[in-house]
């Protein structure tokens, strides 16, 4: 098992920044490659981005390239998404989760844990 819960999470004005934070704890965080979602309101839940468990390579939307960066802290058990240039269809619920190998792409049925989310919203 392993737990999620994210943070950082709040209003912002278009243009400006976020960095959201996921710490995990339960079985070893490294052994995990750890994706992004966000979810807006009647919408479905949508890939961010992912990282693997290395550090490695990662994977972004085409909606976030070059604004959204992801990394992570094996030590520290955590992994970060960093966001610039935020807009308001950036507004969601953002999940990061967990996935028991190498997938960092946008099945979520390929994530096995999930934090609870923490709501972003961009202002105009």
């Known amino acids: 098992q392993v737990q999620l819960v994210e943070s950082g999470g709040g209003l912002v004005q278009a243009g400006g920044s976020l960095r959201l934070s996921c710490a995990a704890s339960?079985?070893?965080?490294?052994?995990?490659?750890m994706g992004w979602f966000r979810q807006a309101p009647g919408k479905e839940r949508e890939f961010v981005g992912g990282i693997t468990w290395r550090s490695g390579p990662t994977n972004y939307a085409d909606s976030v390239k070059g604004r959204f960066t992801i990394s992570r802290d094996n030590a520290k058990n955590t992994v970060y998404l960093q966001m610039n240039n935020l807009k308001p269809e950036d507004t969601a619920v953002y999940y990061c989760?967990?996935?028991?190998?190498?997938?960092?792409?946008?099945?979520?049925?390929?994530?096995?844990?999930w934090g609870q989310g923490t709501q972003v919203t961009v202002s105009s």
């Open positions: 989760a967990a996935s028991n190998g190498w997938y960092i792409g946008p099945d979520t049925k390929r994530f096995g844990y």
């Open positions: 339960g079985r070893t965080f490294s052994n995990y490659a």
